[in-house]
């Protein structure tokens, strides 16, 4: 058996909290090094999986012990530290989005062309939901015939912080953006996008930005995915996908904590509510993504998704925004 891949995490902040459990608790991964320019922050996580901190990302792609790279840190910075890690020879998996703007997307995209043996694969982790994938291998496997329609239902508990909200780059390319994944994973590439933003919320009127949205998304050969996304759910994590064709069509359903129904005078079939937190729900996922990474860098074989994947995304929110300012679809 192979020694486990030595990683390192850039940034110490919520989801970097969730990659370092994720990668103490890989059997093939050992987390060396965790970066962060807040010191404590880095420390924390550090001496919660016995690893060393460090502030400065130079310590990271200069570590002789660090294999791989987990890069958590602020969207802005993405491109940056792609490209550092890269340059040093350690694969590197990614938080979504790929950078803030299509064009640095881009340009990222045109360098990373140098370093064609380097993988960089992107945490589009939806696509390792245990029930997310199955749908799709079923899809593939013309279970429902050729696909004419996918539903995706997307709703958190409730809003961010504002402070989080201000540099999220917004709900298309901070939320929106794994659906838009997910069309593309199910349907292949999108040709057009209509979005309806709305303004229900208001705790989030303040934030400049929609707190849901409704998105239409159309392929070449006319298959639409339509996208619910809202910021606020009383009843949980509201995470569903239909896939529908001429054959037939598949449902993943909502996760609770248990499968109990109660009925009584008062209500029938009552249940758990939905998950209340996207780790607990997607912690699968997260597993099942470090795995594909590792598996793919210790075996030589290219990562799925790529940074590729994450211009596209990106591409599908960018014109997402455009739509529900103009009020017109926009065609890519």
Known sequence: MPAPLRFALIGA?????????????HPAATLVLVCDPVAEASLAVAS???????????????????DVVVIGSPTSLHPEHILASVRAGKPALCEKPVAMELAVAEELGSRLADHPDVPVMMGFNRR??????????LVADGQVGELEQLTIISRDPAAPSSDYLAGSGGIFKDMTIHDFDTARFFLGDVTSVTATGQHLDPALAGSGDFDGAVIVLQTATSAVATIVNSRHCATGYDQRLEAFGPKGSILAENHRPTTVRLSTAASSDAQDPYLDFFLERYADAYREELTAFIDAVVAGRPVSPTVADGIAALRIAEAAAQSARTGRTVHL
């Open 128 to 137: 390792f939901d245990p029930s997310f994938a199955k749908a799709r291998a």
């Open 13 to 25: 902040g919520r989801i970097g909290r969730v990659h370092a459990s994720t990668i103490a608790q």
């Open 48 to 66: 919660a999986h016995g690893a060393r901190s460090c502030t400065d990302t130079a310590d990271v792609f200069g570590a002789a012990d660090v």
